[in-house]
């Protein structure tokens, strides 16, 4: 099954995505994600310039082989670009391989550990009545799990407000948006809204937040610890993730569970905060963290410490990402919980998939391999329309980050 056909799709149906599609010689494709948001050319050069060339003749199958023959064979080792990359590849690997065995990917990952995969919506609101409107509209949904983001009074475009639609896209064209940050009243607001949203919605649904790796560890522990009369599903990125040690005074401090990763690429980024135990939840993804393969091998890691699955699921992941991630949570042991942001109809239209949502949770199907393919005619009418993420700056204005 020798794969004699690679390339990459950039197409912007509402956002940039980039999709690694390769062929082989019996006719079958697979497809990859290969999205890194404000960076996607990167991606769509070294596989189309240095990965495709390498794939040509090599036997699909070799899964395995292919990703430490990609990984090793480098020698420029990690990062978001290459390991995006590497991830593109794998997930078209395990897609061509499902649909040569005519069965979805998961039945090839061991088949399912439980029926459906528990999701997160988003409910965003420019003040505490309209995160309180918003998580009431994820409800009636069905959401039996709500991330809660709200404006602060004294910052600037705060993270995670929305714009009134279930879309929420933080990536926008021209020089980045410059947003203001200011600890203090985040702080002090984050715990009411928390109080708030308990007074309404009672314990029966579970309740996130997203710190987007903004405050110090000392501050997350003081955020941690007021927040655990509202008792969250957890708190995510409470503080920047490059010291891994840091997140040692959070444990001390706080049993609000935390939520790490969706910014790793290996498991060499989350090995001493799985095996110290000090996170609850690790959110790599199929796109940044090299793929199916070895977002497995991390959770095989984090099953031994009890830490569990939330991959990352924003809508700057493709619904080609977002199968892969269900076939894993599907199958995986150890998962926790899935983040799904929906995509625009637009990019549904592109990405015809066979995952649904149903009562709060999602199932990727059972079409043959990923179930999710891409509409190239379609795609080519969404020409790539450069977008940066955002910038952040203290009240000083010293660069902080977003
Ligand atoms: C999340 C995330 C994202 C990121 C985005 C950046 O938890 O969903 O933090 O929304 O901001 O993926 O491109
Ligand atoms: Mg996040």
New binding site residues.
């Given amino acids: 099954m020798r794969i004699v056909e690679g390339k990459v799709i950039v197409c912007s149906p509402g956002r940039n995505f980039v999709t690694l599609k390769l062929v082989t010689e019996d006719g079958l494709h697979g497809i990859g994600d290969a999205t890194l948001?404000?960076r996607e050319l990167a991606v769509a050069s070294y596989l189309s310039d240095h990965v495709i060339p390498l794939l040509i003749g090599r036997d699909a199958r070799r899964i395995e082989d292919t990703w430490q023959y990609l990984y090793k064979g480098a020698y420029w080792r990690r990062g978001p670009v290459t390991m995006a990359a590497i991830g593109a590849v794998d997930s078209a690997l395990w897609d061509i391989c499902g649909k040569a065995r005519n069965a979805p990917l998961y039945q090839l990952l061991g088949g399912a550990s439980r029926d459906s995969v528990l999701v997160y919506g988003?409910a965003n609101g420019e003040s505490e009545d309209d995160t309180v409107k918003a998580a009431a509209k994820y409800v009636d949904m069905g959401y039996r799990a709500i991330?809660a983001q709200s404006a602060v009074a004294g910052v600037t475009h705060a993270?995670?407000v929305g714009r009134g639609t279930l879309y929420?896209e933080?990536?926008e064209k021209g020089r980045p948006l410059e947003c203001g940050w200011s600890t203090e009243p985040y702080l002090d607001f984050v715990p009411k809204l928390f109080e708030r949203l308990r007074k309404e919605f009672g314990f029966g649904v579970h309740l996130l937040h997203?710190v987007?790796h903004r405050l110090t560890p000392i501050e997350a522990a003081r955020l941690g610890k007021s927040l655990e009369p509202y008792r969250l599903f957890w708190l995510?990125?409470p503080t920047p993730a490059e010291n891994q040690a840091a997140f040692r005074t959070i444990r001390h401090h706080t049993v609000t569970p935390i939520a790490v990763g969706?910014v790793f690429n290996t498991i060499y980024d989350c090995q001493l905060l799985i095996e110290e135990e000090l996170i609850d939840y690790i959110?790599t993804t199929v796109v940044h963290a090299g793929g199916i393969s070895h977002l497995r091998k991390i959770a095989a890691l984090a099953e031994l410490h009890h830490v569990r699955t939330g991959a990352?699921?924003?809508?700057?992941?493709s619904p080609v990402a977002m199968a892969g991630a269900l076939h894993f949570d599907l199958s995986v042991h150890n998962f926790g919980i899935q983040?799904y942001?929906r995509h625009t109809d637009e990019t549904d239209r592109v990405f015809p998939h066979a995952y649904a949502f149903a009562d709060g949770a999602m199932h990727p199907g059972e079409a043959p391999g990923l179930g999710v393919d891409i509409d190239e005619e379609l795609a080519a009418k969404y020409p790539y329309d450069p977008a940066y993420?955002p910038v952040n700056r203290k009240t000083d204005g010293t660069v902080h980050s977003w």
């Fill in positions: 948001n404000g988003h991330r993270y995670g929420y933080p990536a997203d987007h995510e990125d969706e959110r990352h699921g924003a809508t700057d992941l983040e942001m993420l």
